[in-house]
């Protein structure tokens, strides 16, 4: 159900049909618009009444919503979600593009500091980099954990990058919670429920991938788990999923971004290093990610890219990054988009 309110609702009559809401044992979720605030009603096992909502002061309508997602969907917020960063002005979501590049796993001071300079100096606002690593086997690299988070907390405070690491587990979270500035919830733990449920609560933004065998639905009822426990900045992540194709890692399923954007006010950002597992093959689906539509870009670099503790094939050479942030702010005009380079720190707030 949702609570359409009239354009000029007051604060205050928002306020009292949330407090309403809560009094029917109920989970009031306000959505400001553009035009008008809608609220989100969570929590209902069966159909809410609606009778004593309608008749409230600044309540335009209630409608029901009948897709499985409701806060992730448009029918609640018709408006593209605008994810900012206080004191910067790096978004997400919007007509700028936004670029998330780094190693896939930090290794040493060195090596995340050698990268993120280069990505700084090709305009990425975003800096990644794995602090903990979902391997498949357990004697592979499993990332440099707490470490991890303070060189890239550093690198924030050297080049003014916002970090964005994955979180593995709930005790992973809130490490990267406190350090980071975005949280990344992998594939692999697109369903994990109980991870995405602790997400809501935390007021960071969030990235969530699509897992190997997800459908629209389903992923963007993970997306839906987060925002039903408050945090409503979500954003999604195509990183391709598995076919019976062999010539690449996973299949980049560009088909989704339009398909997205249609039923969801979310961003989606694509992800053409985990996509195609090979570097000769990411520049190419860079360019056709921003093509189809995509709000961003989630891309690996490597300066050794040979010794890389984890995705080295994958992985791009900066100067090859830099060729694709080129072609990229070329692009960016045709479907109306604009790429951004480097990131603006208001003063005072770099850290
Ligand atoms: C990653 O971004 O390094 C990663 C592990 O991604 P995914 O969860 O998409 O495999
Ligand atoms: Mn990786």
């Known amino acids: 159900m949702l609570v359409v309110m009239k354009a000029h609702a007051s604060p205050e009559e928002i306020q009292a049909v949330c407090e309403a809401i809560e009094k029917l044992g109920?989970?009031?979720h306000p959505l400001p618009g553009a035009e008008r605030t809608a609220i989100g009603i969570t929590g209902n096992k069966g159909e809410v009444s609606r009778g004593n909502l309608e008749a409230l002061s600044g309540v335009a309508e209630v409608i029901r919503v009948t897709k499985a997602y409701k806060l992730a969907s448009r029918d609640v917020k018709e408006e593209d979600t605008l994810i900012r960063f206080p004191g910067t002005d790096a978004t997400i979501g919007g007509r700028n593009l936004a670029v998330i590049a780094g190693p896939c796993s930090i290794e040493s001071r060195e090596q995340a500091f050698a990268i993120a300079e280069q990505v700084a100096a090709s305009g990425a606002q975003f800096f990644r980099g794995g602090a903990f690593k979902p391997r498949?086997?357990?004697?592979?690299?499993?990332?440099?954990g707490l470490d991890a988070l303070k060189i890239m907390a550093e690198i924030r405070t050297a080049f003014g990058l916002r970090i964005v690491t994955e979180a593995l587990d709930n005790e992973s979270l809130d490490l990267v919670n406190e350090w980071a500035d975005v949280i990344q919830i992998g594939a692999r733990n697109m369903q994990n429920f109980s991870l995405l449920k602790r997400a809501g609560k935390m007021r960071k933004p969030v990235i969530i991938k699509r897992g190997l065998s997800a459908t629209l639905e389903e992923f963007l009822m993970s997306a839906e788990y987060v925002m039903s426990e408050g945090n409503y900045e979500v954003i999604l992540c195509e990183r391709g999923v598995r076919t019976f194709a062999d010539h690449s890692r996973n299949t980049l399923d560009?088909?989704?971004?339009p398909a997205v954007q249609q039923v969801s006010h979310l961003p989606i950002l694509v992800d053409p290093s985990h996509g195609t597992g090979k570097r000769d093959k990411v520049l190419p689906m860079a360019?056709?990610?921003?093509?189809a539509g995509a709000d961003g870009l989630l891309i690996e670099v490597h300066h050794q890219p040979d010794q890389a503790l984890s995705d080295g094939?994958?992985?791009?050479?900066p100067d090859q990054f830099a060729t694709m942030m080129n072609e990229t702010e070329l692009l960016a005009p045709i479907v109306n988009r604009k790429?951004?380079?480097g990131i603006h720190i208001?003063?005072?707030?770099r850290a």
């Not at 498949?136 to 440099?144: E, N």
């Not at 560009?254 to 971004?257: F, G, H, K």
């Not at 360019?287 to 093509?291: D, S, T, V």
């Not at 094939?313 to 050479?317: A, G």
């Open 339 to 341: 790429l951004p380079r």
């Open 26 to 28: 109920l989970r009031p």
């Open 254 to 257: 560009l088909s989704i971004i």
């Open 136 to 144: 498949t086997s357990p004697y592979a690299f499993q990332g440099m």
């Open 346 to 349: 208001d003063s005072g707030a």
């Open 287 to 291: 360019r056709a990610g921003i093509a």
């Open 313 to 317: 094939p994958q992985s791009l050479y």
